[in-house]
């Protein structure tokens, strides 16, 4: 097992990434305020894990409410929320009840701002059992749900109390989900680690048939990049946004498309193409660097190819980020392999070229 | 004008107390990020004040998008909090726009909340016009909305970034609602400052007839109390769990009548008078102070008596507060004016005879 922690003050938190982790009620124990903890999960996860987390924490005379949620990014709203907020007070849940979400991004957003926004905030912590989650979702502290009118629009900044990577749940994850993770991977390396970028050419393949160390080493290296962004910018003044590559172009799509057509991470891997593509007409990255992106997406088996919305659509949809200042869109765009700057400095001209696709 | 501070390290806010605030545009124009406010009032408060602060941010080139609730407790809810996202979202409301809660109590948590959790976060100003939000509810960022199960068992610690208490809004208060505030002034005279308490036995008559030098006096003194407890302990782990003296009671009438039959202040004052009664029965509080707070409560047309729900039903409410520990439900009692203790350690055969009504 390797741990890492994340630097919040008294806020500070570790992330625990290794084999065997789910039943090791040992590193949950000490997190606890009381031994009562309710798990959220949704149903296709309930009957892979559910049983061997709560054995474990059962065993340990720790009372356990479950709550399994519909799976689905479409179920990330408002009246799935409330599933969990009912269950919490028919169960009597107090202040010192832990939460704890075990599933991927979906079951961790939603149970986080569950988390942040019952009796004005209880303790959680993150099980996150898919390869996007493990890397980005549940390290950092975003929470929310999406509203009809745009995704992730409601929500919370609030930490986690410890974060537990098992890496054997990804043996279950279905390969399109794997893919998914891989884009955010991909990410780390473009806006801020050339050297893991170059990595991650040479141990694509690898990767992708999920060789333990590869998947560690590149696990560890997401939330490492991941935790130093935190660090410095809980709270998405500055440097944070970063991590938004390809994110702007990506909900845009996911959005018109309806949630969960396209996955978050196919979204992004599109979207970050199409953020390299402004780049290149901006004359900030070179056809190289554009051909390197595009390689390590397909590599993953991740579309390159963004739908045809039409660029009113897109411009549309791209106005709803919560990047938006003064009505002006702001982008992540590359200069260069490990180099993104978040910029409201481009051509509008040039952004519609890349959107009439 | 009056101000003081709420001392809160890097959130630290002013509030300013006095007449002729809302018609003051230079008041609230140094705390906008950006000239773009949604100003989130009822269908009560924006006949009366809506355009005289609406005017006036507008001469000085605000964007003013107004938003208007139905009025009442029964709307504190997540379906009347979507009325708000959605119109934040529809009229593309950014990170830097700036959320004014004009009206009561219901409104500034419901607009708070709105604030903690809108694109995670945005400022927000409150502009109380009601004695019980300009004396408590409008310091000390509790934000939240009821759930069916319970009162305010939804929210976030969210701090303002100014609160206005424009004493002239009390002119046109229902004298029902003005009583209901005094509730809570008198409560800070309870737990912590005998002196007031005094001064409000002395001035009790003035206060109810509105005369200015007193209230005056009695919204700063109590702002004040609220202030300092709440520099102390922000997000109530130990000494502001006193502020909710006979508030645990209260709830449990709140919700057993249904919000809104009662009045908040009502309840927190035949709930305060149950925690007095407990109190004298615990040998901690003598029959002379507990006519004294009694005549303090019936000298602002106060209920003294709570309604008779059953012991059974009481305890079954007022154990879904959040300040019950290990199933054990915590209580604010008295061990004298001025001195509020939050203990666990009383006698639940003499609770059932309290709750016996």
């Known amino acids: 097992m390797q741990t890492l922690k994340v630097e919040l003050a008294n806020r500070s938190y570790p992330i625990h ?41 059962k065993a340990e005379g720790v009372t356990v409410i479950q709550i399994i949620l519909p799976d689905g990014e479409a179920y990330k709203n408002s009246e799935t929320l409330n599933i969990i907020y009912d269950a919490l007070l028919q169960n009597r849940c107090e202040r010192s009840t832990t939460l704890i979400a075990l599933g991927g991004g979906v079951i961790g957003d939603l149970t986080g701002y569950a988390a942040a926004t019952y009796l004005r905030g209880v303790p959680f912590i993150q099980v996150p059992t898919t390869l996007l989650s493990q890397v980005d979702s549940s390290v950092g502290g975003k929470t929310g749900i999406n509203h009809p009118l745009g995704k992730n629009m409601i929500g919370a900044f609030y930490q986690p109390q410890l ?12 390969p399109r989900e794997f893919s998914a993770g891989v884009a955010e991977v991909i990410k780390y390396g473009l806006i801020r680690d050339a050297d893991f970028f170059d990595w991650l050419e040479t141990n694509m393949t690898s990767l992708m048939q999920l ?85 390590s997406f397909e590599g993953a088996n991740l579309p390159i190819k963004p739908p045809s919305l039409g660029v009113e659509k897109y411009l549309d949809l791209m106005s709803l980020d919560k990047k938006v200042e003064n009505g002006k869109i702001r982008l992540i765009l590359q200069q260069g392999i490990g180099k993104s700057v978040i910029t409201s400095d481009y051509d509008a001209e040039k952004l519609k070229e890349t959107l009439a696709v």
């Not at 974060?163 to 279905?174: G, H, R």
């Not at 991941?226 to 910018?233: E, G």
């Not at 959005?255 to 991470?265: K, Q, T």
């Open 17 to 57: 990434i290794g084999r065997h982790l789910l039943s090791d009620a040992s590193l949950i124990l000490p997190h606890l305020k009381r031994k009562h903890v309710a798990i959220v999960t949704n149903t296709t996860v309930a009957p892979l894990y559910l049983d061997q987390l709560s054995s474990s924490l």
């Open 211 to 295: 060789d333990e160390q590869v998947l560690s080493y590149a696990i560890y290296h997401s939330c490492q990049n991941k935790a130093d962004v935190v660090a410095k910018d809980e709270h998405e003044q500055g440097e944070r946004a970063l991590l938004n590559l390809g994110h702007t172009f990506g909900h845009a799509i996911e959005n018109a498309m309806g949630y969960g057509v396209w996955l978050h991470g196919e979204a992004v891997a599109a979207g970050t193409v199409m953020a390299a593509d402004l780049s290149q007409r901006m004359g900030w990255l070179s056809d190289h660097d554009v051909t390197r992106i595009k390689s």
């Open 163 to 174: 974060v537990l990577a098992d890496i054997d749940t990804l043996q279950t994850l279905p």
